[in-house]
């Protein structure tokens, strides 16, 4: 009896061994496992910086990058250009081609369509690319109401690397929204305005109508020339800094100004505000030329603050 006891107490000590080894080799094998992650990953990052591989985005990165664009009428298509390059300064660039897919998803109250669904970052056009993604409303959309969208690029390459953005718009009380389109080393940069008032106001008194009557876009149509430019439906007032934009005079917002304000810089005059109607239910771009060209003044996108100030009544 005393040898089948000690015989049981071996089999429950090696049976305990065994349970021990077992787990020590599961936490091994993992602990092996994600050392060998770590390696393959620092690896392949050192591996894609000696053979110069550079996927880089001015909207997109790799953590993916968050924004919200407010005061979006709700009504108009909403375009975001989103630009791709191969460089990470002057002097760091790819020696060849990068090829990458694009996908999207959208919130279910838009619809998303892209301008393309894969691109080449080419060496020969200064190892750059774009795409675009255009948003349009698919229903009814009110003050507060929020649309979201993500877009993700991946190199086709040997060496991955995935891109992302979510995008988040939201519907303001304002009827009248703007934003910039810029990148860097553009000569200029385009100011893209969009009125969604349906109607117009009265500013000088004529015929019937009083200073404040409103007029829909029908009996607008039908006043004369001199009768309507007693009218407006938004009044915008643009107010920029000489020394970092100045204003195409060949703009309409120009030509048909009704108020001008200039400034002295370099002992010459420049342009420092413009005033201008836009109709109802219209959009006006307004282009600028950049003295510093490497600057990339997008809005509300790439900068949360606008390099012209937009003002309106």
Avoid at 155 to 165: E, P
Avoid at 221 to 248: I, Q, R
Avoid at 266 to 277: A, M
Wanted: glycine share 2%; hydrophobic share 35%; with cysteine.
């Amino acid at each position: 009896m005393k040898k089948k006891s000690k015989n049981n107490k071996k089999y429950k000590y090696n049976k305990k061994q065994f349970i021990i080894s077992g787990i020590l080799l599961i936490y091994i094998c993992s602990l092996m496992a994600i050392l060998g992650r770590y390696v393959t990953n620092n690896i392949n990052n050192f591996f894609s910086k000696s053979k110069e591989f550079y996927f880089y985005s001015d909207k997109l990165t790799e953590e993916g990058a968050i924004y919200q664009i407010d005061n979006w009428s709700g009504v108009d298509d909403y375009t975001i250009t989103i630009n791709m390059n191969s460089f990470k300064n002057n002097l760091l660039f790819a020696s060849y081609d990068i090829e990458y897919d694009i996908a999207y998803t959208c919130s279910n109250n838009i619809i998303c369509q892209l301008s393309k669904t894969s691109g080449i970052i080419r060496v020969d056009d200064n190892n750059s690319d774009f795409f675009k993604l255009i948003i349009t409303p698919n229903t009814s959309l009110q003050t507060g109401d929020t649309v979201t969208v993500q877009i993700t690029t991946t190199a086709r390459s040997t060496y991955q690397k995935i891109l992302s953005g979510i995008f988040v718009l939201k519907v303001g009380q304002e009827k009248l929204t703007y934003e910039i389109v810029d990148s860097a080393n553009s000569p200029y940069l385009s100011l893209n305005i969009t009125n969604t008032i349906p109607f117009y106001k009265v500013s000088q008194a004529f015929d019937t109508y009083q200073v404040g009557n409103t007029i829909s876009i029908p009996n607008y149509l039908l006043l004369s020339p001199e009768n309507k430019a007693k009218c407006y439906s938004a009044w915008v007032t643009l107010t920029f800094e000489p020394e970092d934009v100045v204003l195409d005079m060949t703009n309409n917002a120009y030509l048909n100004s009704t108020q001008i304000v200039e400034t002295i810089y370099n002992h010459y005059n420049y342009i420092k505000s413009v005033s201008f109607k836009i109709d109802a239910q219209s959009s006006q771009s307004v282009r600028f030329y950049k003295n510093d060209q490497t600057q990339d003044y997008t809005y509300p996108i790439v900068n949360n603050n606008s390099i012209i100030t937009v003002n309106s009544i």
